[in-house]
């Protein structure tokens, strides 16, 4: 009976928007909002960012950019379970897509850096990742005659780390995924199937939409990972990495907690949780409904939930 009833309120999700989307006007009530179709940034400033965001010589032996780790043909991750660093080091956590970070309201899982810029400045001196020092890019790029005239034209010859980091982020805020959900919320009915708004009716009935919200699909807010029943103590060891925002208050309370992540492009950034432990998308939502939401998410809706979440792949990334 339970899943009859979940089912029907799922059906009257889908019958309610659906109206709503055949009318034509944007679906202004949903927990999910559209992003922009564009920005407008400084186009010398963000040109700058993108050639400093492929650029090998941020790190100390010239092998690792920021796109190593956030590939972009990659749904903006490396796809792996954990980021490999300089010297085919391993960090302690999976890397989160670039791609519309810049709606997040705090960067890292662990919500340590408050923005785009602080975010950038981190992994050039981390050892395990880009390996650098600051000192030392900031001479490497000085003598580049090039990029020293294209800082001449942005920031007035000032090349420094709060330049680079501040160029690379407006790069960044660039890298917007606008999907075919996007154009749904507008009032496009026919921008997704039958099927696709079905299983966002499941999305929102299982209560998915109470953290994954807003803008980003998620990135709102830190929730706790096995808020309703313990995930860690039924999964092995507990690394540093796992104890998630506890590592920047240092608050018990604070233990096991993350920011969460958005669900835009979720379909390319496999393997998933912060840890990179499960390579299905299927069993992620599985995981998320028994631990979370404390509900038993049947294959048949978890596999419908996916067929929305694919959705939300931006028009940029799909296939040609």
Not at 65 to 81: E, F, M, N, R, W
Not at 158 to 170: E, F, H, M, P
Request: proline share 5%.
């Amino acid at each position: 009976m339970k899943r009859k009833g979940s089912a029907l309120a799922a059906t009257l999700f889908a019958l309610t928007y659906t109206f709503s989307a055949l009318a034509g006007t944007p679906l202004t009530n949903e927990p999910l909002k559209p992003l922009p179709q564009k920005v407008n940034l400084d186009s010398r400033e963000v040109a700058l960012g993108k050639l400093l965001y492929f650029d090998k010589r941020l790190s100390g032996d010239n092998t690792i950019s920021c796109a190593t780790c956030h590939d972009l043909q990659k749904g903006g991750t490396d796809q792996l379970p954990v980021s490999i660093g300089i010297h085919g080091q391993h960090g302690p956590i999976n890397a989160p897509t670039v791609y519309n970070s810049g709606y997040n309201f705090r960067q890292f899982w662990d919500g340590r850096a408050k923005d785009l810029e602080e975010q950038a400045e981190g992994p050039v001196a981390n050892p395990k990742e880009m390996g650098a020092t600051w000192p030392d890019v900031i001479k490497k790029l000085k003598s580049d005659p090039m990029l020293v005239a294209d800082f001449k034209k942005v920031f007035e010859g000032d090349i420094s780390k709060q330049t680079v980091v501040k160029a690379i982020a407006t790069y960044e805020r660039t890298l917007i995924t606008p999907s075919r959900f996007d154009d749904y919320l507008r009032g496009d009915s026919k921008a997704i199937t039958p099927e696709e708004k079905h299983g966002y009716a499941l999305f929102k009935s299982y209560g998915c939409a109470a953290c994954h919200n807003g803008i980003n699909v998620g990135g709102s807010m830190y929730q706790k990972f096995g808020l309703l029943k313990n995930y860690f103590a039924e999964h092995g060891k507990v690394t540093e990495a796992d104890l998630g925002r506890y590592n920047v208050t240092k608050k018990e309370a604070d233990k096991y907690f993350f920011k969460v992540p958005t669900l835009r492009n979720v379909a390319l950034t496999a393997p998933y949780l912060s840890n990179g432990s499960v390579k299905s998308l299927e069993k992620t939502v599985q995981i998320m409904g028994e631990y979370q939401l404390g509900r038993q998410i049947n294959d048949k809706d978890a596999k419908a939930i996916v067929t929305f979440l694919k959705s939300l792949t931006g028009k940029s990334l799909e296939k040609k």
